[in-house]
């Protein structure tokens, strides 16, 4: 069973171009017959562990204000080390399990933004669900829970069908870049 929660940790937690964050719970089992986490890779870069900062000294949760530390670094820099290391990570699992970005019938991420989902189906030709759209206008971003709700979203509404093969994209603006295979 994996649970966790989202609350922002400011009013003012924006990321641009993200949606802004919203609050919320999820829960879920994963089990040998339902679903099949076949394979997970992930990276690391601690370089940017100081792109966003919060000044809460002194100072009460209402006042707390996040801050991007260097927005050309955050927008260009770390724009392009997404690719890179999708990318890099994609290729790894594939290879690992023998198959192909044709056998891949959908690519899940985090509600960001509409931008993000085509850009990521642009640069890195991969097959962003279109269903992430509905989700991102409904609910905006939920934190790293938006990769399971998207995931459930596709299957309750037969969108993830058996035996498609699905990868979720994950990544944090502290930057760690995540890739999962799954077979449905």
């Known amino acids: 069973m994996i649970s966790f929660g989202c609350c922002p940790y400011t009013k003012s937690h924006y990321r641009s171009p993200v949606t802004i964050v919203g609050h919320g719970g999820f829960s879920l089992i994963l089990s040998a017959d339902a679903n099949a986490v076949v394979d997970v890779e992930f990276q690391t870069n601690g370089k940017y562990w100081d ?8 100072r009460i949760y209402s006042q707390y204000r996040e801050v991007c530390t260097n927005i050309e670094r ?3 820099e770390l724009v392009m080390e997404n690719l ?3 990318r890099n990570l994609i290729k790894i699992i594939l290879s690992r399990n023998n198959i ?3 056998d891949i019938k959908h690519v899940l991420m985090q509600n960001i933004s509409v931008a993000a989902y085509g ?5 890195l030709k991969l097959p962003v669900a279109e269903f992430l759209k509905e989700n991102l206008k409904h609910y905006g971003h939920l934190g790293e829970m938006d990769v399971f709700f998207n995931y459930f979203t596709g299957i309750n509404n037969n969108m993830i069908n058996k035996q498609d093969w699905v990868l979720i994209l994950n990544n944090s603006p502290a930057a760690c870049w995540g890739v999962v295979l799954i077979r449905q």
């Open 51 to 58: 792109i966003f900062q919060i000044d809460y000294k002194d």
């Open 74 to 76: 955050f927008n260009l």
């Open 84 to 86: 890179i290391r999708y």
């Open 100 to 102: 192909s970005m044709y």
């Open 119 to 123: 850009y990521i189906r642009e640069y």
